[in-house]
């Protein structure tokens, strides 16, 4: 039986040992020869990685040793979001955002300029409950409103399936029916390998010290920022330049086609 076109492409994918991947250098980056870069592109399929973070599931992206995939949580917001993008951009760095529905539906044109600009826009519900606590039924309910919002925001209209079939559970917080049914979706849920603490207040250098502490010791991974949040979108230029001096490579997340 012939295998499907996603599967095929993630096949491939996988054939190849991300180590080996990630050494093909990244493409050149206007006005910015020493720039970090995007070193490769992983594409992401339910079939084979339906729940991805070893802070919340068995396994996690196949990804190699001083490999990150920067994500950002709760936006957009004004101010801090454009900050964060501001210092994606200057070192052609491809992130993934799980937006909010509401502040989607508020700031659109931040939502656009995250997609516009190459990065991955996914989802994060609509309001940011706790999806556990509620009714399975109302929980899907309010997560397909927020992926609604979202591809609203991005497209002018709410398509039957999101555009970007990848999800993060408010708080990390899941069930396992609610799992099987964003599974069953083909819908991947993204926890996070390590994260940046950003929801406590501190001061942009004390964020970075732990950040990359904690790179230190799991050895890369998928990382949680939010870009709601002004210490972030201020620690964020220095830690591109210290994962660069360092040797880390960044991986930017896609949905299989």
Same mark, same amino acid.
């Given at each position: 039986?012939?295998?499907? %076109?996603?599967?095929?492409? +993630? ?29 490769? =592109? +992983? $594409? =992401? ?32 917001? %004004?101010?801090?979001?454009?900050? =964060?993008? @501001?210092?994606? #951009?200057?070192?052609?760095?491809? $992130?993934?955002? &799980? ?13 656009? #300029? ?21 009714? /399975? ?19 002018? @209209? ?7 079939? &990848? ?14 049914? +964003?599974?069953?979706?083909? /819908?991947?849920? &993204? ?13 942009? @250098? ?7 502490? #904690? ?6 991974? /998928?990382?949680?920022?939010? @870009? ?20 880390? #490579? /960044?991986?930017?997340?896609? %949905?299989?086609?």
């Amino acid at each position: 039986m012939p295998m499907r %076109p996603s599967v095929v492409v +993630l096949a491939l994918a996988l054939a190849i040992p991300p180590a080996a991947a990630a050494q093909s250098a990244p493409a050149p980056c206007p006005g910015n020869a020493d720039a970090l870069g995007t070193a490769r =592109v +992983l $594409a =992401v399929d339910v079939t084979t990685t339906p729940r991805v973070g070893r802070k919340h599931f068995p396994t996690t992206l196949p990804l190699a040793r001083k490999e990150v995939v920067l994500t950002f949580d709760d936006g957009p917001e %004004p101010g801090p979001t454009g900050r =964060v993008l @501001d210092a994606l #951009r200057h070192e052609c760095v491809k $992130a993934t955002f &799980f937006l909010l529905g509401r502040s989607a539906r508020a700031h659109p044109e931040l939502a656009r #300029r995250e997609l516009a600009e190459g990065h991955t826009v996914a989802h994060h519900s609509f309001a940011h409950p706790l999806l556990d606590r509620l009714p /399975i039924g109302a929980a899907e309910a309010e997560i397909d409103r927020g992926m609604a919002a979202v591809d609203t925001a991005l497209y002018g @209209d709410a398509r039957h399936a999101p555009a970007t079939p &990848f999800f993060r559970f408010p708080g990390f917080v899941a069930s396992p029916a609610l799992l099987a049914r +964003l599974e069953r979706r083909g /819908i991947v849920v &993204f926890g996070a390998d390590l994260w940046a603490s950003d929801w406590n207040p501190m001061t942009a @250098d004390r964020e970075l010290r732990l950040v990359l502490d #904690r790179l230190e010791l799991t050895g890369g991974g /998928i990382v949680l920022f939010h @870009d709601t949040k002004a210490q972030t979108a201020a620690m964020l230029p220095s830690l591109l330049r210290v994962l660069k001096r360092r040797g880390y #490579r /960044i991986v930017h997340t896609v %949905p299989a086609p």
